[in-house]
């Protein structure tokens, strides 16, 4: 890869609900804030941030990736734990070589037992979770460091 000039930043299921659903796990903040603290922390280059809750739209955007080479940061919500689908884009943005970091704002592990699993992981490049928007800022600046 060259040296990143562009992230996408694909959010699942319920994220557009930051800010009112569940504060006490998810904080106060919205997808709105993360795209300017992301944007503020990567200056001079294109944070493309958006959010679905269709699955077929976020593995369509993981098609677009593999296309246009773009790194990704996912945070692909409920759909971690079941979505066969958006495993099999996952792996077709890694294996092209393109890193994809999975995230999550809260601990998956310190929650309910469904939760513990993750079909995603196994083939994103790497997992950041439980640091609220300090996991997207973590897998931002692991991308940025990358040659």
């Known amino acids: 890869m060259t040296a990143v000039t562009r992230v996408l930043v694909l959010n699942g299921p319920n994220l557009n609900r930051l800010g009112t659903r569940e504060p006490a796990i998810y904080g106060t903040a919205t997808l709105d804030e993360l795209r300017s603290e992301l944007g503020a922390a990567a200056e001079g280059v294109e944070i493309d941030l958006r959010q ?21 940061i996912l945070n692909p919500a409920a759909f971690t734990h079941y979505s066969y689908a958006l495993r099999d884009a996952v792996a077709l943005v890694t294996e092209a070589g393109i890193p994809v ?3 999550h704002l809260s601990n998956p592990h310190a929650r309910e ?26 897998a931002l600046d692991h991308l940025l460091r990358l040659p």
């Open 113 to 138: 037992e469904f939760r513990h699993t993750s079909v995603i992981s196994g083939v994103a490049t790497g997992v950041i979770a439980g640091f609220g928007f300090g996991s997207y800022r973590l």
């Open 101 to 103: 970091i999975e995230v």
């Open 52 to 72: 679905s809750n269709d699955e077929a739209e976020l593995i369509g955007w993981l098609h677009e990736a593999v296309d246009a080479r773009t790194p990704v």
